[in-house]
């Protein structure tokens, strides 16, 4: 839709005319705005300035640390480029002084032969144009012609003014997002070069995990097998309790090492990433402790849970880990009772697994999910990397794990999972 065109009853065609010109100059001012990189923005403004101005030549000086350089010039038509950028005092056809002069007092100024001390003779007229942005200096445009009457001859007054207070806006946004640019990449590679070692250190660990089973199973089997033989002669009890050691060490150094694999793997996906039957994968888990569940008389109330999204080996692992340590770190006077409950909060499932237990006081609700932490001493208790490997994988999909206070008197291990699939 076309605004209509209002004209002053003094105005003339002169003066539309100069009305028009400026609207066409502060228009391709704001087109600066758009120009990805320094080096195209300072192309542009000389054009710019050169199609208004009418000059014959003009220098582009931006500041570096308060330090001018030039950058580029265009003289008859002809770009020169400064790349590396000159010294203001590296032309010997610039008038310096004047230049100098209009950046130190941040106002444009002309400069000729009436102007002796800032525009020696021999140079032809022209005009400085600071650029300030903000009380603070961008840099500077020198235009030149061979006669005064050629620079913005044709346009309105103010207009240099204008058009040099957009280009330093300009100048200003084109630095500020290449400054961006460069952070933000130089924070990609950093991230980058941070992820392959990570990834580069998982492949180790779990190659070395992998290597380590093997003697840790030679260890089992061989000292199994010396008990049996030594069993015989009773003259060999020290050695018999000797080999009970060596046993019990390749037990535990090869639960451990199952472990620290199963924490390593905890934040790969082993299986399809879909909404899951909370419900079903708890019903596998308590399938898989149903000797201890029976050894311990274990009273178990699985209340009404939310769908989560993610794979069932991890979930299953998860109410695994929660149950065990529930059925381990029990009461002795009483039977454990476990309750699971949960609820779906704003696309998210928050699921608790309480007990009657012993309870983790405050001050160790957080060390408790560290890799090798067991806060008591217990014959039945593993390898202290449990609780590790469920916060990682809580933590493998935006989730977050706490400790409470159950309300049946021990510990309730609250954990929260999306309940569907996060937005591409």
Same mark, same amino acid.
């Given at each position: 839709? &076309?605004?209509?065109?209002?004209?002053?009853?003094?105005?003339?065609?002169?003066?539309?005319?100069?009305?028009?010109?400026?609207?066409?100059?502060?228009?391709?001012?704001? !087109?600066?705005?758009?120009?990805?990189?320094?080096?195209?923005? /300072?192309?542009? @403004?000389?054009? &710019?300035?050169?199609?208004?101005?009418?000059?014959?030549?003009?220098?582009?000086?931006?500041?570096?640390?308060?330090?001018?350089?030039?950058?580029?010039?265009?003289?008859?038509?002809?770009?020169?480029?400064?790349?590396?950028? &000159?010294?203001?005092?590296?032309?010997?056809?610039?008038?310096?002084?004047?230049? !100098?002069?209009?950046?130190?007092?941040?106002?444009?100024?002309?400069?000729?032969?009436?102007?002796?001390?800032?525009?020696?003779?021999?140079?032809?007229?022209?005009?400085?144009?600071?650029?300030?942005?903000?009380?603070?200096?961008?840099?500077?445009?020198?235009?030149?012609?061979?006669? #005064?009457?050629?620079?913005?001859?044709? /346009?309105? $007054?103010?207009?240099?003014?204008?058009?040099?207070?957009?280009?330093?806006?300009?100048?200003? !946004?084109?630095?500020?997002?290449?400054?961006?640019?460069?952070? +933000?990449? #130089?924070?990609?590679?950093?991230?980058?070069?941070?992820?392959?070692?990570? /990834?580069?250190?998982?492949?180790?660990?779990?190659? $070395?995990? !992998?290597?380590?089973?093997?003697?840790?199973?030679?260890?089992? %089997?061989?000292?199994?097998?010396?008990?049996?033989?030594?069993?015989?002669?009773?003259?060999? *009890?020290? #050695?018999?309790? $000797?080999?009970?050691?060596?046993?019990?060490?390749?037990?535990?150094?090869?639960?451990?090492?199952?472990?620290?694999?199963?924490?390593?793997?905890?934040?790969?996906?082993?299986?399809?990433?879909?909404? *899951?039957?909370?419900?079903?994968?708890?019903?596998?888990?308590?399938?898989?402790?149903?000797?201890?569940?029976?050894? &311990?008389?274990?009273?178990?109330?699985?209340?009404?849970?939310?769908?989560?999204?993610?794979?069932?080996?991890?979930?299953?692992?998860?109410?695994? %880990?929660?149950?065990?340590?529930?059925?381990?770190?029990?009461?002795?006077?009483?039977?454990?009772?476990?309750?699971?409950?949960?609820?779906?909060?704003?696309?998210?499932?928050?699921?608790?697994?309480?007990?009657?237990?012993?309870? @983790?006081?405050?001050?160790?609700?957080?060390? +408790?999910?560290?890799?090798?932490?067991?806060?008591?001493?217990?014959?039945?208790?593993?390898?202290?990397?449990?609780?590790?490997? +469920?916060?990682? %994988? +809580?933590? $493998?999909?935006?989730?977050?794990?706490?400790?409470?206070?159950?309300?049946?008197?021990?510990?309730?291990?609250?954990?929260?999972?999306?309940?569907?699939?996060?937005?591409?």
């Amino acid at each position: 839709m &076309t605004e209509p065109l209002c004209i002053h009853p003094q105005t003339g065609p002169q003066d539309q005319c100069k009305a028009d010109e400026m609207t066409a100059a502060l228009k391709a001012c704001g !087109h600066l705005f758009h120009h990805p990189r320094p080096d195209l923005l /300072a192309l542009a @403004i000389l054009e &710019t300035f050169i199609r208004f101005s009418g000059a014959r030549r003009a220098v582009l000086i931006l500041l570096t640390d308060q330090i001018p350089e030039i950058i580029l010039e265009i003289d008859a038509g002809q770009p020169i480029h400064h790349d590396p950028t &000159t010294p203001l005092e590296g032309i010997k056809n610039l008038p310096v002084a004047a230049l !100098h002069h209009a950046i130190r007092n941040g106002i444009p100024l002309k400069t000729g032969q009436e102007n002796p001390y800032l525009m020696p003779s021999g140079f032809a007229v022209g005009l400085c144009l600071p650029f300030i942005h903000q009380d603070t200096p961008e840099g500077f445009l020198y235009l030149e012609h061979e006669t #005064a009457e050629h620079l913005f001859h044709k /346009a309105p $007054s103010g207009l240099p003014e204008l058009m040099a207070l957009q280009t330093a806006l300009a100048i200003n !946004h084109v630095r500020l997002r290449s400054t961006l640019e460069k952070e +933000v990449q #130089a924070r990609q590679r950093a991230e980058n070069r941070a992820n392959r070692a990570c /990834a580069d250190l998982s492949l180790f660990s779990r190659i $070395s995990a !992998h290597h380590l089973q093997e003697p840790t199973r030679h260890l089992l %089997i061989y000292s199994r097998r010396l008990d049996q033989l030594m069993r015989e002669d009773m003259d060999h *009890q020290e #050695a018999l309790l $000797s080999l009970k050691f060596i046993h019990d060490g390749a037990t535990r150094m090869r639960n451990l090492v199952r472990d620290i694999e199963r924490y390593l793997a905890a934040a790969e996906t082993r299986g399809l990433m879909i909404q *899951q039957n909370t419900r079903a994968a708890m019903e596998m888990a308590l399938y898989k402790l149903n000797r201890l569940l029976q050894q &311990t008389g274990a009273i178990i109330e699985v209340q009404s849970l939310p769908a989560v999204y993610l794979d069932q080996p991890r979930l299953v692992e998860i109410f695994q %880990i929660l149950l065990e340590n529930a059925l381990i770190y029990r009461l002795q006077h009483e039977p454990p009772r476990i309750r699971v409950s949960g609820k779906s909060i704003s696309n998210v499932a928050r699921i608790v697994v309480a007990d009657n237990g012993p309870g @983790i006081a405050e001050t160790y609700r957080l060390k +408790v999910f560290d890799v090798f932490e067991r806060l008591h001493k217990n014959p039945e208790a593993g390898t202290g990397i449990g609780l590790a490997i +469920v916060r990682r %994988i +809580v933590e $493998s999909r935006q989730g977050k794990i706490t400790i409470e206070t159950a309300d049946l008197g021990g510990t309730a291990i609250v954990f929260e999972l999306p309940d569907e699939s996060p937005s591409p």
